[in-house]
């Protein structure tokens, strides 16, 4: 069984430049998330897809990011502009279920902003 | 708002030694779920706990839920170098269901 899948792996820009990245969960999780992860920090929740619906996006910067999962599947996540306090690992993860499931990680995409 | 800290922060131990971390929630958590993140690597679940004052192993490792389902704590018999990495509880609030990670420790295992 294929995991979450993430691209790009690493993605440099400079800031005021708009970046997206793109998670494809694993096939029949209807929950998906993204986080962000400083280095050496927990991963922080930005938002938590219940199949199309983000049920909780309370820690997503609006004015910023924005993110949508039109199928309930696959998942964007937009950052523009960028700033570079945004370089850190995005991560984004999915579970079967309500969100006390078990999450399967994808490997990450590294962002660093010049 | 809601907080999970992890103690210690960081933790050197010689291989063969035993470790532990523990897991502290301002708040109650419907569940408990731990994680290990190897350096430049991604978190990967470990076990997930539910009831209250709940035990679980794995091998050498030993889970524990505490009674208020605030506190939770992981105890590694006997180290060994492939346990280096970073731990993270994480478990959704059992009020507003915001999932949140805990800060992390570090294991770093000496040969």
Avoid at chain 1, 100 to 112: I, N, S, V
Avoid at chain 2, 36 to 50: C, D, S, T
Avoid at chain 2, 73 to 85: K, P, R
Wanted: a neutral charge; hydrophobic letters at 30%; charged letters at 20%.
């Amino acid at each position: 069984e294929a995991g979450v899948v993430q691209s790009p792996r690493y993605k440099i820009i400079e800031k005021k430049q708009p970046v997206a990245f793109w998670c494809n969960p694993i096939s029949g999780h209807n929950t998906l998330y993204w986080y962000l992860q400083n280095l050496g920090q927990g991963p922080e929740l930005l938002i938590r897809y219940e199949n199309e619906e983000a049920v909780d996006d309370s820690q997503l910067p609006k004015d910023r990011f924005s993110a949508e999962r039109l199928k309930g599947v696959d998942s964007t996540l937009k950052i523009q502009p960028a700033e570079l306090g945004d370089s850190a690992v995005y991560l984004c993860a999915s579970s079967f279920g309500r969100g006390e499931d078990t999450q399967y990680f994808g490997p990450g995409t590294r962002l660093t902003v010049l | 708002g809601q907080q999970v800290m992890q103690i210690p922060q960081y933790q050197h131990v010689q291989e063969g030694e035993d470790f532990t971390t523990y897991c502290n929630s301002s708040t109650t958590l419907s569940n408990i779920q731990w994680y290990k993140q190897r350096p430049g690597g991604h978190p990967v679940f470990l076990i997930q706990l539910v009831k209250s004052g709940e035990v679980k192993k794995q091998k050498r490792l030993t889970f524990q839920f505490g009674e208020a389902k605030k506190n939770s704590s992981l105890h590694i018999t006997a180290t060994q170098t492939t346990d280096v990495g970073t731990y993270f509880c994480a478990g959704p609030d059992s009020g507003t269901y915001k999932y949140i990670f805990g800060t992390g420790t570090r294991l770093k295992v000496l040969a």
